[in-house]
């Protein structure tokens, strides 16, 4: 498959990659407002003499090129931290008030320089060209679709692009993977239901909008419970109802929001179409006027089965093949990654680095979320097998010159 022992390279420079790590974590930016992080990345780029420059503000596309003409294989890492508190007492918690990297962006980061320091390093073990990128603002607003209005899979145009997650349900030495749907699509929605106020003693006075509203809740749930399958989850969330003023006072209007999530576009079209029809038959019912805004939030992502197929070998090959979780359950949560999986054959999956001995067991999005640091080492030792592994494939090559 390939004569580089990735593993111990990664191993010769686990100190780095958690430094990187660690600095990542201390110093987190929101979207778009990765400047210090970005920074920090080009400078490290540099002095490995890898090019590379800055897309959409904070983004940052570098290239490696391999001993020959050959495919672009992508690998890709997110920037973005979480407007979140840290309550951890690690020497490297959050320096920024109000800041953390809550979902393991830091871990993604000091992967990919891992990866990319071995690669620059083995860049004539393989033919072909490693395009890098960091992705800014995947937690919201999906960095990910402007960079390809920036052309980043073009000028080389990427063959095929490799994304990852680290997971807190996986433990470390184990990746999870899957050969069709990964994450869930999104359609955040707002809902202004708007009735007649009045005095609380007196409602045949008034229309009602929060008891049109709770209506309105109840029914949505049915969309999900009664109308579509239960082999193809969905799920439809109000976590904003805002109404009123006072006990005795009945209010003009109701405003919800919420998300659909989905994991097909049959279900996506469907759910949203239905909603619809829920506001109109609760307007004509209870006598209110409802307007509906719903907003077409991140695709489903989908794994490419030929370039999973690939990859299980390099999985097995460095984790062996009992710490490789197939066919995992599609996680409801959305994945800017998607964008990229929608334009070129793409894989992305999980890395565990959950570590129940030790306590490292919080849920992402979670202010103790923290990771098992021995998991970077695996992160980056696999991204750069993968890369390598893709551009000296023989099937990958035959498609790529056939697309030529």
Not at 158 to 180: F, Q
Request: aromatic share 8%; net charge negative; with cysteine.
């Amino acid at each position: 498959m390939y004569s580089i022992d990735f593993l111990k390279e990664a191993s010769y420079i686990k100190q780095e990659i958690i430094e990187n790590r660690r600095y990542f974590h201390k110093y987190p930016e929101i979207g778009f407002e990765e400047f210090n992080t970005s920074k920090k990345i080009v400078q490290y780029l540099n002095d490995l003499g890898i090019e590379n420059k800055i897309v959409c503000s904070t983004g940052i596309v570098g290239i490696i090129r391999g001993n020959g003409d050959g495919p672009v294989v992508a690998l890709r890492s997110d920037l973005d931290a979480l407007p979140i508190c840290d309550r951890k007492n690690v020497e490297y918690s959050s320096q920024i008030n109000g800041k953390m990297h809550a979902c393991g962006h830091d871990g993604h980061m000091a992967i990919l320089m891992g990866a990319i320091k071995i690669l620059n390093k083995h860049r004539d073990k393989f033919k072909g060209i490693v395009k890098i990128i960091f992705e800014p603002a995947e937690e919201t607003v999906g960095g990910a679709k402007f960079m390809i209005k920036e052309n980043v899979l073009e000028n080389p145009k990427v063959n095929a692009i490799i994304g990852l997650h680290v997971s807190e349900l996986l433990e470390v030495g184990t990746v999870g993977v899957n050969y069709d749907v990964v994450n869930a699509a999104s359609n955040p929605f707002k809902i202004i239901v708007k009735g007649k106020g009045g005095h609380g003693a007196h409602p045949e006075d008034s229309i009602d909008p929060i008891v049109a509203s709770c209506n309105l809740v109840t029914m949505l749930q049915n969309i999900v419970s009664r109308e579509i399958s239960p082999h193809n989850p969905s799920v439809i969330t109000v976590g904003k109802f805002c109404g009123g003023t006072a006990p005795n006072i009945i209010p003009e209007e109701v405003v919800l929001e919420g998300i659909i999530r989905t994991l097909n576009k049959e279900d996506r079209a469907y759910v949203i179409n239905r909603l619809k029809e829920i506001c109109n038959g609760i307007s004509v019912s209870m006598k209110v006027s409802i307007d509906v805004e719903i907003i077409d939030g991140y695709p489903c992502l989908f794994n490419d089965s030929n370039v999973v197929s690939i990859s299980e070998k390099v999985f097995e090959k460095i984790l062996g093949k009992e710490n490789v979780i197939k066919n995992i359950s599609p996680s409801m949560g959305v994945e800017s990654f998607a964008y990229f999986s929608e334009k070129v054959p793409s894989m992305f999956y999980f890395l565990g680095t959950r570590n129940s001995k030790t306590g490292i067991v919080h849920p992402a999005h979670g202010s103790l979320f923290d990771l098992d640091e021995d998991g970077l080492v695996i992160g980056a030792a696999l991204q750069s097998a993968l890369a390598v592994n893709y551009l000296n494939n023989n099937w990958f090559r035959r498609n790529y010159e056939a697309r030529d």
